[in-house]
């Protein structure tokens, strides 16, 4: 898009025009996007997805033009403002999660002691597995027991945004949120403690 065609959409922006922020936004989500893979790890792609941080960063604009009555002289300041914010946006994300992204290890063999393993459980490990589901359904939402079962059943993120309707992105951050609040409520339980989901 031209720099004339959105200094013209930038006006109509600032006037409220809704079909305006489609399009700027339109416009510029594919070069924010891009400032933010740069810099996201494989690891953090677990966590977050760059389209997140995009449409986060979009809604505050809009409440910024909405509320407190932002205004830019032309695209191009609009341009490197939105950088700006997407590049702080980020590094939030990234304080957010650094902890956990560093705590992470790979599955590797390296632990293997030759000993052979049962492809079987045992009735131990049936009894806690059924009450780790149990506590992950107490502390999941009613609307997203369906992705849940979905992961249990062992479909991809992928397969469950496609049944589920949501963004691949969106099935990420709901089982990251899950599983740190299972991770909260087990460490407060380890203490003698009990947290609320």
């Known amino acids: 898009m031209s720099s004339d065609a959105l200094d013209s959409l930038l006006e109509n922006l600032t006037c409220g025009d809704a079909a305006a922020a489609e399009k700027v936004f339109l416009a510029y989500e594919p070069y924010l996007r891009i400032v933010v893979r740069r810099h996201l790890s494989p690891a953090l792609r677990a966590k977050f ?9 979009w809604a505050d604009l809009l409440r910024g033009f909405r509320e407190a009555g932002w205004r830019f002289a032309d695209a191009a300041h609009l341009r ?26 790979p599955l590797t063999g390296d632990d293997d002691d030759g000993t052979p393993i049962s492809p079987d459980a045992q009735p131990s490990e049936l009894v806690q597995a059924d009450e780790l589901w149990q506590q992950m359904l107490d502390l999941c939402p009613p609307e997203h027991r369906d992705l849940l079962r979905l992961k249990r059943e062992g479909a991809a993120n992928a397969e469950i945004a496609a049944r589920t309707g949501l963004h691949e992105g969106s099935v990420r951050r709901i089982l990251c949120t899950l599983s740190r609040r299972l991770a909260r409520r087990r460490a407060s339980g380890d203490r003698g403690g009990t947290t609320k989901p």
């Not at 997805?49 to 960063?57: A, C, G, K, R, Y």
């Open 49 to 57: 997805d760059s389209l997140d941080i995009v449409q986060s960063v």
């Open 80 to 105: 490197a403002f939105l950088v700006r914010l997407t590049r702080h946006r980020f590094i939030d994300r990234l304080r957010q999660h650094r902890r956990s992204v560093e705590r992470q290890q």
